[in-house]
């Protein structure tokens, strides 16, 4: 049964490696277990780490397959800068959205998921200190990207990761 729990929403993470090891393994385990069909780690001008274990992360991903009793693994591509994600989910047709702390309220991603019923969906989350204006520029405007908020309060990476992935499924 290859489709056997597999979602009917392609939501794609792109990820900022985060420091700590563990804390990237939480994301990919949870985000796993949620439904995410693929995820790309990626570097940016604030990530202070550009490297993670594979071969760790390809068991986690494994396990949280098992767990939610998914039939197909996601996808773990290869460490990218940020504007290679970004190239990489336009090319494949993916409405994105980068999660950011200076997104207006009234762009939450809930709402923005509302109006835009779109089934192939990246979601950007950044490392420990997020992304810096030029980068959330550099989306918006060469890539077409939405910037959305998850509410008024600051987040840190792991939980904006979970939080928005958990949003983004709920609308399958």
Known sequence: ????????????????????????????????????????????????????????????????????????????????????????????????ILLHESASLGDSLSKILQKDRSVNIALVVGPEGGFDESEVALASNKYGAHIASLGPRRLRAETAAIAAVAIAMGNE
């Open 1 to 96: 049964m290859p489709e056997y729990n597999q979602p009917t929403l392609d939501v794609q993470l792109i990820q900022g490696i985060t420091q700590q090891q563990s804390k990237l393994e939480e994301i990919v385990e949870k985000a796993t277990e949620i439904g995410i069909r693929s995820i790309i780690p990626i570097y940016s001008k604030r990530t202070e780490k550009k490297t993670f274990n594979r071969s760790r992360l390809e068991k986690i991903l494994h396990n949280g397959c098992k767990q939610s009793y998914r039939a197909r693994m996601p996808e773990l591509k290869d460490v990218m800068s940020l504007e290679d994600a970004l190239a990489d989910a336009q090319a494949a047709g993916r409405r994105i």
